[in-house]
């Protein structure tokens, strides 16, 4: 069935550190890859997206690359800031006869001063 | 504009009980989404509604069914509660069919006793 594996399930990094999170999808059909920012006790937040159209994105200290034959998109933080501490999730969707998004596990980031 | 909005914010029900969550697009939105997260299975997708109709589903038991009205606004109902329905409950709307940046709803945090 559809799946997204998401690696590592929790990373810790020096501030100004890069943090690199990387996630799989199985299922082929998957045409736009969003990434959410998830707070302590508050509502996922998209931070960044890719379509299937597009290699690699950028905005700012984050980006994201797309490798669809293999399977594979990443997710870069550069110049960490202890307010990037919280957990991120990749997910895989497609628009096929309606919309379904499959996320991955996510992974718990803390950034130390 | 207005965010999504989620009612209740919190609900304690004891299993063998049905419960009702309802969801508010952001003005405009026609598609809502709906996730159960718990820490142990992460964000799972339910289903999604668009213009009344449900066009996808997740792999949950017949027990977790939903609809949407005419104003798109949306409600999810689960019967005969389990302990392992403990979650938190999103939805999500999106502006059309083809537009696939979702926006997250704060949640609705249900407890089964």
């Known amino acids: 069935g559809e799946n997204v594996e998401q690696h590592p399930s929790t990373l810790s990094v020096q501030e100004g550190d890069s943090a690199v999170i990387k996630c799989t999808y199985s299922?082929?059909?998957?045409?736009?890859f969003p990434w959410y920012k998830q707070e302590l006790g508050k509502r996922p937040q998209l931070i960044i997206d890719i379509r299937s159209n597009v290699g690699e994105k950028k905005d700012q200290r984050i980006a994201v690359t797309l490798n669809k034959t293999a399977k594979h998109f990443s997710l870069h933080i550069t110049e960490t800031q202890p307010e990037d501490s919280a957990v991120y999730f990749c997910a895989a969707s497609y628009s096929a006869g309606g919309f379904k998004t499959i996320f991955g596990a996510g992974t718990r980031l803390f950034v130390k001063a | 504009k207005a965010g999504v909005t989620q009612t209740p914010r919190y609900l304690i029900k004891t299993r063998g009980q049905q419960v009702t969550l309802s969801c508010s697009p952001i003005s405009g939105h026609r598609s809502v989404s709906w996730y159960q997260q718990t820490p142990g299975q992460g964000l799972q997708f339910l289903f999604e509604?668009?213009?009344?109709?449900?066009?996808n589903k997740g792999n949950f038991p017949g027990r977790f069914s939903g609809r949407q009205f005419s104003n798109s606004r949306s409600e999810m109902n689960v019967s005969t509660l389990e302990l392992g329905d403990s979650a938190l409950y999103l939805c999500?709307?999106?502006?059309?069919?083809?537009?696939?940046?979702?926006?997250f709803g704060p949640g609705t945090r249900l407890l089964v006793l």
């Open positions: 999500a709307s999106r502006f059309d069919r083809v537009q696939e940046t979702q926006y």
């Open positions: 509604y668009f213009s009344e109709t449900q066009r």
């Open positions: 299922d082929s059909a998957s045409n736009y």
